[in-house]
């Protein structure tokens, strides 16, 4: 049981290029979420799912898209990096997106756009 | 105003002290996680309450619903323990959102 596993841990990207984030849980958790953690601010909602084939936008969802097409995976993509998105990402699942469930999170990815 | 708020924002503490992290919140919530993460590593996942309080191991967190706040208790502390203490609370209603605090720095020197 891995639980949240995230891919890569690092990565630099040039500006203008485009990457995936990659994140995947075997516990058959139904919500999936992404958040990105930057100096002296909370963690942010960037994209959430509450299940296979239905995903819905966070607080700060502008340059990245996501899709659910299984229960397992939930990627996130950016299409054309900015300086602005150099930050450490991080996926989290639980199983339901309601109060009483408890939160697993992946070891991160620590994105740098030069 | 952020909605969660924590405080101290840094905390350096000797080994063995008893620790307290605080977490005020200004929104209705249905449940609030207390989170560990430690420098350059992934974020653990220590409590999740909506009411009274829960214990593991040296670990003590509490809530109190109608003072919308959190405590987090360290009793006996190690350097181990050092990390960031995050507080999130999840919204109730239709929203369902989580929302972070910034963290609490602990330090603990032996």
């Known amino acids: 049981n891995a639980g949240v596993t995230q891919t890569p841990k690092f990565q630099v990207l040039k500006t203008g290029q485009s990457m995936t984030l990659q994140c995947a849980q075997d516990m058959n958790h139904e919500y999936m979420s992404w958040y990105r953690q930057d100096p002296g601010m909370g963690l942010r909602l960037i994209h959430y799912s509450v299940g296979a084939g239905i995903t819905d936008q966070g607080e700060v969802p502008n340059g990245y898209n996501v899709s659910r097409s299984t229960t397992e995976d939930f990627p996130l993509r950016l299409l054309s990096a900015a300086p602005s998105q150099t930050s450490v990402y991080f996926c989290a699942s639980s199983p339901t997106g309601t109060g009483g469930s408890p939160l697993h999170f992946g070891n991160g990815t620590r994105l740098t756009v030069t | 105003k952020n909605e969660v708020e924590q405080s101290p924002q840094n905390l350096t503490a000797q080994e063995g002290e008893f620790i307290t992290i605080n977490c005020s919140y200004s929104?209705?919530?249905?449940?609030l996680h207390w989170l560990q993460q430690h420098p350059g590593g992934g974020i653990v996942s220590l409590f999740m309450l909506s009411s009274g309080k829960k214990k593991h191991g040296r670990l003590i967190a509490t809530i109190n619903i109608q003072e919308k706040h959190s405590s987090l208790h360290i009793t006996a502390s190690h350097p181990r323990d050092s990390a960031v203490y995050i507080c999130?609370?999840?919204?109730?209603?239709?929203?369902?959102?989580?929302?972070f605090g910034t963290g609490t720095l602990l330090a603990v020197q032996p």
């Open positions: 929104v209705g919530i249905s449940a």
């Open positions: 999130a609370v999840r919204r109730g209603g239709a929203t369902n959102k989580l929302i």
